[in-house]
């Protein structure tokens, strides 16, 4: 099949960079590695992954059983900004409170209670997307390089103390009966990066990588053409240059809705 016009890539953050590589636009070392000929070298397809990492505290609450929410997940949120916020930013952190989680341990039959996840709004670290090998059908090498970069411990740590300050503040207090995860006994910063490192999750937010700009290792133009090939633009969340602060579902289809422009005004 040839398009007549442009083909248009919106796999998403994970598989549209392994779709341009699959195609031979990508790292040139990579992709003679699994003998995939180099049509365009753009060593930043795949680069620059980055999520919104997380961890949680996990609070027992005095009634045992609480009734069944009206959804499945966040019953509260809020954002508030870090010690080492830039002044840019209105926000460094986000928190999402569950109140009947976590789910997992319900399945198990395991004690309910209060989950509240701080979440990082502005990570530094960055991970990678790569090929396993030049079949299509074979998943891609996903490091998501999670608080490979300092800073972003450090937010992690301040984010759940704060947590912990809002479950000991009244009239939240009221209903707690203990901090089962990490537990009081997690005090120091170190504790806090152990429970981290040992918990932690992610938002499912991934972006970036196919990135947007002019800088040698960008894969897409302001108009979300792919540099270097003609007919051809990524439109998904892997053009962001930068993660948003917050969820990334609304900014994705405002990149799309824009991109509908783009693609028209164009033809």
Known sequence: MIARREVIVSAGAIDSP??????????AA??????????????????HLCDHPTASLFLQVRQPDPPPPPTNYAEAGLFMRSTRCEKEFAADIQFHVNPFGPPWAAVDGRVRGLVMTALVCRPESRGR??????DAMDPPIIDPGYMTHPADMA????GLRAA???????????DILQERSPGLACADDAAFARHVRMTG???WHPVGTCRMGLEPDAVVDAQLRVHGVRGLRVVDASVMPQITSANTNAPTIMIAEKASDMILSAH
């Open 201 to 203: 999750d992610c938002m």
């Open 18 to 27: 392994k779709l341009l590589m699959l195609s031979g636009i990508g790292d």
């Open 129 to 134: 997307v790569t090929l396993r090998s030049a």
């Open 155 to 158: 937010v992690q740590v301040e």
């Open 30 to 47: 990579q992709l003679k590695a699994h003998g995939i000929a180099v049509r365009s070298a753009l060593a930043g397809v795949g680069a």
């Open 164 to 174: 912990r300050q809002i479950a000991a503040a009244m009239p939240l207090k009221a």
